[in-house]
T-cell receptor, first 118, second 111 residues
Framework: GAGVSQSPSNKVTEKGKDVELRCDPISGHTALYWYRQSLGQGLEFLIYFQGNSAPDKSGLPSDRFSAERTGGSVSTLTIQRTQQEDSAVYLC????????????????FGPGTRLTVL | KQEVTQIPAALSVPEGENLVLNCSFTDSAIYNLQWFRQDPGKGLTSLLLIQSSQREQTSGRLNASLDKSSGRSTLYIAASQPGDSATYLCAAQGGSEKLVFGKGTKLTVNP
């Protein structure tokens, strides 16, 4: 079946503008994750959604970052008033999650959105 | 706080050589340890997932081991090929579900 898809693949924006990044997870996957990969840095966890539970936002770097997941499927990551340090590749992943506290299945990653803030 | 370290940061080997990539983690309370491959400009491809109760997993020329007590995992690649050239990432998953990644090992296999 189809994998995780993300759009746009590339986004160039000016400092101070808002951007929205979209993620379509694999159908049937209940867990959805956002990560960020900055130049020279490892992947950094941002936010995690699981079913109807409150999202784990512990990785969001500032209140300019927010995310929502509508209908338990598509997710949108919004960055307000973008800064140059927000430039990175934003990766989305999804997985099956049998239940709270249980080990999850493999996380399947999308191709990412490369964000450049000028 | 979980920290994951990968050594070496980069590795260059001739084709056909067997090699080992190393990963260490500070908190042994993990659910699983995953190895991924990342090609330039692309997303991550899952290679192997080792549950906390397992010692190793194998897929083709790849073998990953896990020693929770010492906080170490290794990825063994047999008979390396130029197509294996990529960045290899390991990630530990704990109770918070999120993956904590190392910074990766960039592998170059020379023909």
């Amino acid at each position: 079946g189809a994998g995780v898809s993300q759009s746009p693949s590339n986004k160039v924006t000016e400092k101070g503008k808002d951007v929205e990044l979209r993620c379509d997870p694999i159908s049937g996957h209940t867990a959805l994750y956002w990560y960020r990969q900055s130049l020279g840095q490892g992947l950094e966890f941002l936010i995690y959604f699981q079913g109807n539970s409150a999202p784990d936002k512990s990785g969001l770097p500032s209140d300019r970052f927010s995310a929502e997941r509508t209908g338990g499927s598509v997710s949108t990551l919004t960055i307000q008033r973008t800064q140059q340090e927000d430039s990175a590749v934003y990766l989305c992943a999804s997985s099956l999650l049998p239940g709270p506290g249980l080990s999850t299945d493999t996380q399947y990653f999308g191709p990412g959105t490369r964000l450049t803030v000028l | 706080k979980q920290e994951v370290t990968q050594i070496p940061a980069a590795l260059s080997v001739p084709e056909g050589e067997n090699l080992v990539l190393n990963c260490s983690f500070t908190d042994s309370a993990i659910y699983n340890l995953q190895w991924f491959r990342q090609d330039p400009g692309k997303g991550l491809t899952s290679l192997l997932l080792i549950q906390s109760s397992q010692r190793e997993q194998t897929s083709g020329r790849l073998n990953a081991s896990l020693d929770k007590s010492s906080g170490r995992s290794t990825l063994y690649i047999a008979a390396s090929q130029p197509g294996d050239s990529a960045t290899y990432l390991c990630a530990a998953q704990g109770g918070s579900e999120k993956l904590v990644f190392g910074k990766g090992t960039k592998l170059t296999v020379n023909p």
